[in-house]
């Protein structure tokens, strides 16, 4: 079966970074984008963007553009999303999520939290 | 961006009863629609995409209908598993949007 397994929860200081990783298992890993989502409470659900899982290629909501950073190693088929100069309102979960268009499966979502 | 506005915002209903929820995109999506079902703690859940095609495993209690800039997603015969927060996603432009959701209680 279609699993996406994301990485544990993050405790980040302001202006650190964090990588998260999502492991897809139970398809062909190439054979479907990766796509990144945050949910916060206010704000609700966001779209980050996706990576091609074969060539690497990537596209950005542009509110997203200089803060996450997607990649992919296809040998272990897993996607990861870097989060860079973390601030509070970087503080959400977040899931990856196997793109059609719309998302089919979704990892459990990986909580980051930005403290000081 | 396309705006995806979702009514109402929350919603008491009983059991058995026949409930909708309302999303209006901010221009034509072409049917482009999709619905989630997000229980507390859980990831989202697929529900129906294409604006009316039910996604696989999903009772056919559920139902989505709509076209251009207005689609709706109804719940036959509400049982106790379906409290839950509902999404809409517009999926015909970038970035893709989402409705702000519906929370969906038990009366």
């Known amino acids: 079966q279609v699993q996406l397994q994301q990485s544990g929860a993050e405790l980040a200081k302001p202006g650190s970074s964090v990588k998260i990783s999502c492991k897809a298992s139970?398809?062909?890993?190439?054979?479907?984008?990766i796509s990144w989502i945050k949910q916060t409470t206010g704000q609700g659900l966001e779209y980050i963007g996706y990576?091609?899982?074969?060539?690497?290629?990537?596209n950005y909501n542009e509110k997203f553009k200089g803060k996450a950073t997607l990649t992919v190693d296809k040998s272990s088929s897993t996607a990861f999303m870097q989060l860079s100069s973390l601030t509070p309102d970087d503080s959400a979960v977040y899931y990856c999520?196997?793109?059609?268009?719309?998302?089919?499966?979704w990892g459990q979502g990986t909580l980051v939290t930005v403290s000081s | 961006d396309i705006q995806m506005t979702q009514s109402p915002a929350s919603l008491s209903a009983s059991l058995g009863e026949t409930v909708t929820i309302e999303c209006r995109a901010s221009?034509?999506?072409?049917?482009?629609l999709a619905w989630y079902q997000q229980k507390p703690g859980n990831s989202p859940q697929l529900l129906i995409y294409?604006?009316?095609s039910l996604a696989d495993g999903v009772p056919s209690r559920f139902s989505g209908s709509g076209s251009g800039t207005q689609y709706s997603l109804k719940i036959n015969s509400l049982q106790s598993e379906d409290v839950a927060s509902y999404f809409c996603?517009?999926?015909?432009?970038?970035?893709?949007?989402f409705g702000a959701g519906t929370k969906l209680e038990l009366k």
């Open positions: 996603q517009q999926y015909n432009n970038y970035p893709y949007t």
């Open positions: 139970g398809y062909t890993f190439t054979s479907y984008y």
């Open positions: 990576i091609n899982t074969g060539s690497g290629g990537t």
């Open positions: 999520a196997r793109r059609v268009h719309w998302f089919a499966y």
């Open positions: 294409d604006a009316n």
């Open positions: 221009e034509d999506i072409y049917s482009n």
